[in-house]
């Protein structure tokens, strides 16, 4: 038996339905973080799937649309995708940031916000950084158990002899931006540890990102266009 | 494309095809870009194109309606949030959301004491065999497929493979129907999905 049949009867008694609870939430949790068992998953899933034609549809009771309707109008938070909120954020924050961008000008804005805490909920946060008013240029993720954050340029184009720059600041420091390293515009993700800010400074701090001579601000603080963000969390 | 209605296939899990999504396809892969577009129209013509066949899913493995009715509001809740996240080069939207809809439903029923075979899939006899002309002339090949596959397994291992998909059956309760300890019917069921994995790549 090979390590690739193995992963497809994991896979296939997963789609087929015969795994017990215990199992079915071990590989549910296992295909988050490993690609070749979701790719197993979603092969069987094709494949089987033709099968859902022979069953014979229902009539579901009316008024069940309304209800969830309701459901999708008002979100809890729960079972909320970190995704949605991100992006039905980005949303607010654009007009925010559509507002605030004729004061922003060449200065890091400072805007620290800190939504209500929710103690059960895993504590990830995120924050858009805008480029101008119709896409988001950077997306930043904060996980403050980790206290490890990661940029994504989603919209940032390389701009040549020129670097863009991270910044934190933090009320509790003084308030002044300290630079946490440059960021690659084309890469898909650049991680930085923040483990010498502790949990409330990170979790109250405003970040920023600006466009810098190449290979990062001469004087240490920022010296080119920035963009600004506050962090918001997600629930997951 | 001739004999639809009735398959060679065992009796109690013989195929039937039903009436399902009137949509075609591409219909549903540009409502689900508007849904993930957050547009509520869509979302509400994509849950009367599929709403249908999505309860008919949930409802055969749940088997019973007060629950099949919580279920698909979570379900459709999940399509609205992941709506995203759908990739149309890996599954047509169909596939997509049945996949949510009985992962929700299985996820339910494994929760709860196994159902014994008195409680088997005919107590609810929802069965309405109508034939009925596929719109997707994709999706019927891709079913004619999988039916000479799963035609090549044994008979009583081709129909725990049924079983299972569509009524949601665990291997207890396959073990008791077929008289077999789970342990064998884990392993029909190794040797079953190898099979038709190996079969439908040919």
């Known amino acids: 038996m090979t390590e690739r049949d193995d992963i497809d009867v994991l896979a296939g008694e997963y789609v087929l ?8 939430a071990a590989v549910s949790a296992r295909r988050l973080r490993e690609p070749a068992l979701a790719a197993a998953i979603e092969a069987w899933e094709r494949r089987l799937g033709p099968l859902t034609e022979t069953v014979p549809p229902a009539a579901p009771p009316e008024g069940l649309l309304a209800r969830i309707e309701t459901r999708i109008g008002a979100p809890t938070g729960e079972g909320m995708q970190r995704f949605l909120a991100l992006e039905r954020r ?3 924050w654009r007009r925010v940031a559509i507002a605030a961008s004729a004061l922003a000008a060449c200065l890091l804005v400072v805007i620290g916000l800190r939504e209500l805490s929710r ?4 504590k990830t946060y995120v924050a858009v950084f805008q480029k101008d008013d119709t896409s988001p240029a950077f997306l930043l993720t904060v996980d403050l158990d980790t206290r490890v954050l990661s940029v994504q340029a989603v919209a940032a184009e390389p701009q040549p002899g020129k670097s863009y720059q991270l910044w934190i600041a933090s009320d509790k420091q003084g308030g002044a931006p300290q630079s946490l390293g440059l960021i690659e515009a084309k890469s898909e993700s650049t991680r930085r540890a923040l483990a010498k800010y502790d949990r409330a400074i990170v979790e109250r701090a405003t970040f920023g990102i600006s466009l810098e001579p190449a290979g990062g601000s001469p004087t240490g603080r920022p010296t080119g266009p920035a963009f600004h963000a506050r962090l918001i969390e997600t629930t997951r | 494309m001739g004999e639809r209605g009735e398959v060679p296939l065992a009796g109690t899990t013989g195929f039937a095809l039903s009436k399902s999504v009137n949509a075609t396809a591409g219909t549903l892969v540009a409502l689900m870009h508007r849904v993930a577009a ?4 869509a979302f509400a013509a994509l849950y009367t194109a599929t709403s249908a066949k999505l309860y008919g899913i949930v409802l055969r493995i749940l088997q019973r309606r007060d629950i099949a009715d919580e279920v698909l509001q979570e379900v459709y809740v999940q399509i609205w949030e992941r709506a995203g996240l759908y990739d149309v ?7 997509w959301m049945a996949a949510i809809a009985r992962n929700r439903a299985l996820d339910e029923v494994r929760r709860k004491k196994p159902l014994s075979i008195e409680d088997a899939p005919e107590a609810l006899n929802l069965a309405s065999d109508e034939a009925h002309p596929l719109d997707r002339m994709e999706q019927s090949e891709q079913l004619q497929r999988l039916r000479q596959c799963l035609e090549r397994l044994e008979s009583d291992r081709r129909e725990v493979v049924l079983l299972a998909y569509r009524e949601g059956m665990s291997r207890e309760a396959l073990g008791q129907r077929f008289a077999r300890p789970p342990a ?3 392993s029909w069921l190794r040797r079953s999905l190898l099979q038709l994995r190996d079969c439908l790549s040919q």
């Not at chain 1, 103690?119 to 895993?122: D, G, N, V």
């Not at chain 2, 080069?89 to 596939?95: D, E, L």
Request: hydrophobic share 30%; no cysteine.
């Open chain 1, 17 to 24: 339905g015969t795994l017990d609870a215990a199992e079915r």
């Open chain 1, 90 to 92: 980005t949303r607010r």
């Open chain 1, 119 to 122: 103690p059960q909920m895993a």
């Open chain 2, 38 to 41: 957050r547009d509520r129209q």
């Open chain 2, 89 to 95: 080069t890996k599954a047509a939207p169909i596939t």
């Open chain 2, 184 to 186: 064998t019917i884990k």
